[in-house]
């Protein structure tokens, strides 16, 4: 076996490996991995709640040897399930939470196999101190220009427009899979803290910070997931470019970009019970009202003018960093893509 000192999230993509194998169980997995990992748990969740149990309460040696058992047992599952097919040639990397018995265990057969194994020397544990390193303990060299503006003026759609041209992006909300407001839930749960942190990170790894990034201005939180401390505080200086349009285009926008929520008019008063300690029960009758008749404009321009754009005001005047205004007469695709091409070529 080889070992392999992981000293970079840019390292990880250039390994001379075939697939990468998390040997940890399944809810640690899901917390967080390493990018593009399969999960081949050596102890499932019930497993490893067992042996570390034993361990506590009986005795490390017996722990180990039961754990040893099933360590085997599942071994030799993956060895005949997803590793039938693989030939000589394949090489893997292997890790469990910090190098310890588990990824071993398995690396170590693996190697009897007779492929050539790389062992990630302190586990994931050593990704994880990288992803800290990029975002919690040093700042972040890129250059950072915030795509801002109101509710419903299409910035995550000038974001991806801005993508497909050829420019840098970073798109926080698909990270976190949630589009930032009361009503930005999406169909996919959101990741973990940790692997969103992860997915920002490993984001950041591929892009040049010579380059301008454009990254949509968001606050401290998306739905759930906080924004790591280095990139928050290179977003507060960044300078913006502040997208305005008229309120019809807006309300229309927001009707199509959320046509999801719109399905479901039961969620979506659910959702609207949640803003009553801003505004008065007739505000929210009223809105509710507008669901009932499925008035979706009426409703959406209601919330941007009373709700959103009051709030937005509060965050401008807050905020004294370069801005370059940009005024759009419409929201559609063809003004979009025409502005996206404006802002690259100004910029880039």
Same mark, same amino acid.
């Given at each position: 076996?080889?070992?392999?000192?992981?000293?970079?999230?840019?390292?990880?993509?250039?390994?001379?490996?075939? =697939?990468?194998?998390?040997?940890?169980? *399944?809810?640690?997995?899901?917390?967080?991995?390493?990018?593009?990992?399969?999960?081949?748990?050596?102890?499932?969740?019930?497993?490893?709640?067992?042996?570390?149990?034993?361990?506590?309460?009986?005795?490390?040696?017996?722990?180990?040897?039961?754990?040893?058992? @099933?360590?085997?047992?599942? =071994?030799?599952?993956?060895?005949?399930?997803?590793?039938?097919?693989?030939?000589?040639?394949?090489?893997?990397?292997?890790?469990?939470?910090?190098?310890?018995?588990?990824?071993?265990?398995?690396? =170590?057969? @693996?190697?009897?196999?007779?492929? /050539?194994?790389? &062992?990630?020397?302190?586990?994931?544990?050593?990704? /994880?101190?990288?992803?800290?390193?990029? +975002?919690?303990?040093? *700042?972040?060299?890129?250059? &950072?220009? +915030?795509?801002?503006?109101?509710?419903?003026?299409?910035?995550?759609?000038?974001?991806?427009? &801005?993508?497909?041209?050829?420019?840098?992006? @970073?798109?926080?909300?698909?990270?976190?899979?949630?589009?930032?407001?009361?009503?930005?839930?999406?169909?996919?749960?959101? *990741?973990?803290?940790?692997?969103?942190?992860?997915?920002?990170?490993?984001?950041?790894?591929?892009?040049?910070?010579?380059?301008?990034?454009?990254?949509?201005?968001?606050?401290?939180?998306?739905?759930?997931?906080? @924004?790591?401390?280095?990139?928050?505080?290179?977003?507060?200086?960044?300078?913006?470019?502040?997208?305005?349009? *008229?309120?019809?285009?807006?309300?229309?926008?927001?009707?199509?970009?959320?046509?999801?929520?719109?399905?479901?008019?039961?969620?979506?008063?659910?959702?609207?019970?949640?803003?009553?300690?801003?505004?008065?029960?007739?505000?929210?009758?009223?809105?509710?009202?507008?669901?009932? =008749?499925?008035?979706?404009?009426? +409703?959406?321009?209601?919330?941007?003018?009373?709700?959103?754009?009051?709030?937005?005001?509060?965050?401008?005047?807050?905020?004294?960093?370069?801005?370059?205004?940009?005024?759009?007469?419409?929201?559609?695709?063809?003004? &979009?893509? /025409?502005?996206?091409?404006?802002?690259?070529?100004?910029?880039?």
């Amino acid at each position: 076996m080889t070992p392999l000192i992981l000293t970079s999230l840019a390292q990880l993509q250039g390994l001379a490996i075939d =697939t990468i194998i998390d040997v940890r169980a *399944p809810a640690e997995y899901a917390q967080d991995h390493l990018p593009g990992a399969i999960n081949m748990p050596v102890l499932n969740d019930a497993e490893r709640a067992e042996v570390g149990t034993i361990y506590a309460r009986v005795s490390p040696f017996k722990a180990r040897k039961v754990g040893g058992a @099933l360590v085997a047992q599942n =071994t030799a599952r993956h060895l005949q399930g997803p590793l039938v097919d693989k030939d000589g040639a394949w090489q893997p990397l292997v890790y469990c939470w910090r190098g310890g018995q588990r990824s071993n265990a398995f690396a =170590t057969i @693996l190697d009897q196999v007779g492929w /050539r194994v790389q &062992l990630l020397e302190n586990g994931y544990k050593s990704y /994880r101190t990288q992803v800290v390193k990029t +975002l919690y303990e040093m *700042p972040l060299p890129h250059r &950072l220009m +915030l795509i801002d503006g109101g509710t419903g003026t299409a910035k995550t759609a000038l974001l991806h427009q &801005l993508g497909a041209q050829g420019a840098q992006i @970073l798109d926080l909300e698909g990270l976190a899979a949630h589009r930032g407001s009361l009503f930005g839930g999406v169909s996919d749960p959101q *990741p973990a803290q940790k692997m969103f942190e992860s997915r920002i990170a490993l984001t950041l790894s591929t892009l040049d910070p010579e380059k301008i990034t454009f990254v949509e201005a968001e606050s401290s939180k998306i739905g759930e997931r906080m @924004l790591p401390s280095s990139l928050w505080a290179l977003m507060g200086n960044a300078p913006r470019i502040r997208i305005t349009a *008229p309120l019809d285009a807006r309300s229309r926008f927001l009707c199509n970009a959320y046509a999801d929520l719109t399905r479901d008019g039961l969620n979506f008063s659910n959702i609207l019970d949640r803003l009553r300690p801003y505004h008065s029960a007739a505000q929210i009758e009223q809105w509710q009202k507008q669901v009932g =008749t499925e008035d979706w404009q009426t +409703l959406a321009a209601g919330l941007i003018t009373k709700h959103y754009d009051p709030r937005y005001a509060k965050s401008v005047a807050r905020n004294d960093v370069a801005v370059h205004d940009i005024t759009l007469p419409d929201l559609s695709s063809d003004t &979009l893509a /025409r502005t996206s091409e404006v802002l690259r070529t100004r910029f880039i």
